[in-house]
């Protein structure tokens, strides 16, 4: 791992929670995106090296309406910033760790991301990144 890449946030509203974070964090946001895989519609925010991105359900029966209406708006996932997705794809599933999908996907800003299951993760939903070159 080469760093912590971003928070991902679920929300319910990018409209109400984009000027929500921008008074928090006292910054703009500095993009949004459609991400039509995922069925998300997400906006990032940036302070340093730390990124939140914010994540909005584009379909009523999106991951991420689904989780909200099971856990409420609030952190979905941790994604973990690594040189080569692929070997660590490898390196963590002969450490036993289960693999949401076995070959890297294109996610929002341009990265290659795989995610793990967060039951073998002490329930947090891990993402690993890798930019898309």
């Known amino acids: ?8 946030i679920a929300v319910k509203e990018l409209s109400i ?7 928090l964090l006292n910054t703009d ?20 090296d730390t ?7 584009s379909t009523e029966d999106g991951v991420i309406a ?3 209406e099971k856990k409420g708006e609030g952190i979905h ?6 040189a080569d997705i692929e070997a660590e ?7 036993g760790f289960i693999l949401l999908n076995e070959i890297p996907k294109l996610g929002a800003d341009n990265k290659l991301v795989c995610f793990l299951h967060p039951k073998g993760t002490n329930s947090v939903l891990i993402e690993l990144c890798m930019d898309n070159k």
């Open 17 to 23: 929670s984009i000027p929500l974070f921008e008074k």
């Open 29 to 48: 946001c500095y993009k949004t995106e459609i991400v039509e895989t995922e069925q998300v519609n997400t906006a990032f925010f940036q302070k340093g």
């Open 89 to 95: 794809m490898a390196r963590l599933k002969t450490e």
């Open 51 to 57: 990124k939140i991105e914010l994540l909005e359900s």
């Open 66 to 68: 689904k989780f909200i």
């Open 1 to 8: 791992m080469l760093k912590i890449e971003h928070i991902g």
């Open 77 to 82: 996932h941790i994604a973990l910033e690594v």
